[in-house]
């Protein structure tokens, strides 16, 4: 499994960003997708994720500002980041969780740098 993450950037306070995070080599459907981040001197946390049916569950430092989608049919996920602050500076990873005769499998993408500054 292989997973690509683009679309940080420099953006100002109160600006947005979309990333995307593309699958291939899995059953992406059935796996559960999430977007964690790693600030500077901070450990990974998480930020959001989406269950297979759609179900979704974000940190408490981005509700209502950032929201988390799927395209099964593009073997994608999205992390739409709106009202973006200074402390959400940080690396992005995407993550995929699979599940293969009851062992769990994680896989990430490589991080893409989101910078929040004026």
């Known amino acids: 499994v292989q997973l690509q993450a683009s679309g940080g950037g420099l953006v100002q306070p109160g600006g947005s960003l979309r990333l995307s995070c593309a699958s291939s080599?899995?059953?992406?459907?059935?796996?559960?997708l999430g977007w964690y981040r790693q600030g500077p001197g901070t450990q990974r946390e998480l930020v959001a994720s989406?269950?297979?049916?759609?179900?979704?569950e974000y940190g408490d430092s981005v509700k209502g500002r950032f929201t988390v989608s799927r395209d099964n049919a593009r073997n994608t996920v999205y992390l739409q980041m709106n009202s973006l602050k200074p402390e959400d500076t940080a690396v992005y990873f995407c993550?995929?969780?699979?599940?293969?005769?009851?062992?769990?499998?994680?896989?990430w993408g490589q991080g893409t740098l989101v910078t929040v500054s004026s």
């Open positions: 993550n995929e969780q699979s599940w293969q005769r009851g062992i769990r499998y994680d896989y």
């Open positions: 080599g899995s059953i992406f459907r059935f796996d559960k």
């Open positions: 989406i269950s297979q049916g759609g179900s979704a």
